[in-house]
């Protein structure tokens, strides 16, 4: 007990109640609190380099990719032409390096509300926010809700890479966001936004997937596992204005020379399809 009082980072959040996640500190590197949250950027000694907002893990050197592949390659598959692409969050720059290795991106716009998050992963967590220096990416710092509400027919696909619904990210869990969203997309465009695991709160996957078919003629729920985050599975909502979109069917895939020199190492075609096979007590409340 002693360990884990002076060495130890807890993550406590009152979403996932009696249970909780821990991992070893060998240095903490930064720790401040910003206009919209608090920020502790960790060197561990099993998980390399660690973001952590409001208590939160957001993402860890060891296991990112996974998240931050899925959530990208996931609806950049599914529309034919995805040139231009809206990221909101993802300040850490993950979710632009994936974004940018994709051929067919030829602009990216990333909107993300807290400048620090941005300036600290630049500092800590470059082989994150090496996606802030594609020739592709245009970035704004503002709230990705607000920028929304001014934007129509711009965007192919919008990745929602939003922390959990806390804070500044609350609204990114509404309808009206999706419903902002859809005025934001071309005529066939493709959402896709973080949205909660099914251990620990079906309901708000529950919510989020409702909040989206009300707003899409074709909506679905696909996942990811991400051993660090509550549970190990994270998914997504995704959303298209294509009524019969096969969502399970990539519109691109790629050879392993392709992959490798993409520097893939979660998501392929196989792993795509599989995405959308949900367990059955999850196919039956989300149906
Ligand atoms: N992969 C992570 C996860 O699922 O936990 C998310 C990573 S990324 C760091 C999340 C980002 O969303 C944070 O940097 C946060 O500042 C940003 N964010 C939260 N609310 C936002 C809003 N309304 N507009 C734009 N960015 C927002």
């Keep these: 007990m002693d360990k884990l009082k002076t060495n130890w980072f ?57 998240y931050q592949e899925m959530i990208s390659f996931l609806p950049l598959c599914c529309h034919k032409n995805p040139e231009n692409v809206l990221i909101v969050g993802g300040g850490d720059g993950g979710v632009a390096r994936e974004v940018a ?42 709230d990705g809700f607000e920028f929304m509400k001014n934007h129509r027919q711009e965007f192919d696909v919008i990745i929602t ?10 609204n990114l869990f509404q309808e009206n966001y999706f419903s902002l969203m859809k005025s934001a997309l071309k005529p ?27 707003q899409f003629p074709a909506a679905a729920y696909c996942y990811t596992s991400v051993p660090t985050y509550p549970s190990g599975q994270i998914g997504f909502v995704i959303g298209s ?11 691109l895939t790629f050879t392993r020379d392709e992959e490798e020199a993409m520097n893939l190492r979660y998501y392929n ?14 196919k039956y409340k989300l149906a």
């Design 101 to 142: 290795k994709h051929p067919q991106v030829k602009h990216i716009v990333l909107v993300e509300i807290d400048d620090r998050v941005i300036e600290l992963s630049k500092r800590y967590l470059p082989f994150m926010a090496v996606g802030f220096d594609s020739p592709k990416l245009t970035l704004h710092v503002g």
């Design 10 to 66: 807890t993550e406590s959040c009152d979403m996932w109640p009696g249970g909780t996640f821990s991992f070893e500190v060998k240095e903490v590197l930064h720790t401040e609190k910003s206009k919209y949250q608090n920020i502790q950027v960790f060197d561990t000694t099993s998980l390399g380099k660690v973001l952590v907002l409001d208590g939160i893990i957001q993402c860890t050197q060891k296991d990112e990719f996974s």
């Design 188 to 214: 066939d465009g493709i959402v896709c936004s973080q949205a909660g695991t099914i251990w620990n709160d079906i309901e708000l996957v529950t919510n989020t997937l409702n909040f989206c078919k009300n």
């Design 269 to 282: 075609s196989e792993v795509h399809r599989a995405a959308f096979a949900l367990p059955t007590f999850v």
């Design 161 to 170: 890479d939003s922390s959990d619904p806390v804070g500044p990210a609350v």
């Design 241 to 251: 204005l294509t009524k019969d979109i096969k969502f399970n069917e990539p519109q």
